[in-house]
């Protein structure tokens, strides 16, 4: 969608510091692995609560995977099951997703980017539900609580750490909405460094 699309051309890669590159790039080899024997990419965005930063990974994994044509599936889970936090939800609506809910108590999101794309659901769940692959898939640890908690994420070939800082600190003060979409930002262009670097090496 338009609004989406201008977000990504502002993408500036130069913004991420050679150290965070260093994680990405522990990403873009896993992808790259996978493809090499021609095995399904799985990537499983992993926070304690699966309702802010899993979730924008999740999603962004997804648009940019889509964007440079690189088979992938991204999921995401938490250690707790509480909802996809709503102020997350309005940030991705400033940015141009299409989004319908259904339910109240944790409900699921559908959630497009384009017309040429199937909706995808989102809601918050366990690690292990049964959606979330149970083998052979990279475990991308986004918060540091999940990642120092979760010492051995079952059925998972690679542990990830990609954390990111919680825009929930933020919640109830001025800087909110600001805060959350900087968040937003930030793990979309992470994600579009990553298949564009994955992209670049199989093309």
Not at 169 to 192: C, G, K, N
Request: a negative charge.
């Amino acid at each position: 969608y338009p609004k989406i699309q201008a977000i990504i051309n502002k993408i500036d890669f130069l913004l991420l510091s050679p150290e965070r590159q260093v994680v990405l790039n522990e990403v873009v080899v896993y992808i790259l692995s996978k493809q090499e024997y021609d095995k399904p990419v799985s990537l499983n965005f992993i926070c304690t609560h699966n309702s802010r930063r899993s979730q924008f990974s999740q999603l962004w994994a997804a648009v940019a995977a889509s964007y440079f044509k690189i088979r992938m599936q991204s999921y995401s889970g938490g250690v707790e099951v509480t909802a996809f936090n709503e102020r997350a939800i309005n940030s991705l609506e400033r940015f141009g997703f299409k989004i319908q809910k259904e339910g109240t108590t944790n409900p699921k999101y559908q959630i497009s980017w384009s017309t040429d794309e199937a909706s995808i659901s989102m809601f918050s769940k366990m690690v292990d539900h049964e959606l979330n692959p149970k083998s052979n898939f990279a475990a991308i640890m986004t918060c540091s609580h999940a990642d120092e908690n979760c010492p051995i994420i079952t059925g998972s070939d690679q542990r990830i750490a990609l954390r990111y800082e919680d825009p929930k600190v933020y919640d109830e003060t001025p800087l909110e909405e600001e805060m959350y979409d900087t968040r937003s930002i930030q793990i979309a262009t992470e994600m579009f460094y990553v298949f564009s670097e994955v992209r670049k090496i199989i093309h």
